[in-house]
């Protein structure tokens, strides 16, 4: 059955970067529209980013010029490659597939 692994999170100082990764064990891969999104403690997943099949990408107002999602077909993995990162971008970021399709999440904890 379908599977998403995310993995790259960490302990990174403000200024920092880092690279999120999401695998995708689906022969339809190509074709799946997959979005991050990231939960903070006593609220709801929140959008970050979204990739179409069509590599169509965009991105939140907030991470704008600092985020950038990317897909590699071949490798069935989406990418958020994650700069000039912020306190306020702390949260666990989640993988997600069409429209109800989640990974387990992994941490990002940014400090000051």
């Known amino acids: 059955q379908v599977q998403l692994v995310e993995s790259g999170g960490g302990l990174v100082q403000a200024g920092g970067s880092l690279r999120l990764s999401c695998t995708a064990s689906?022969?339809?891969?190509?074709?799946?529209?997959f979005g991050w999104y990231r939960q903070v403690s006593g609220k709801g997943r929140e959008v970050v980013a979204y990739i179409t099949g069509a590599n169509d990408a965009r991105s939140a107002e907030s991470v704008k010029g600092r985020f950038t999602i990317s897909r590699d077909n071949s490798k069935r993995a989406v990418y958020l490659q994650m700069t000039d990162l912020k306190p306020e971008d702390t949260g666990r970021y989640y993988c997600?597939?069409?429209?109800?399709?989640w990974g387990q999440g992994t941490q990002v904890t940014v400090f000051a």
């Open positions: 689906v022969s339809s891969f190509s074709v799946e529209n």
């Open positions: 997600k597939m069409g429209s109800n399709t």
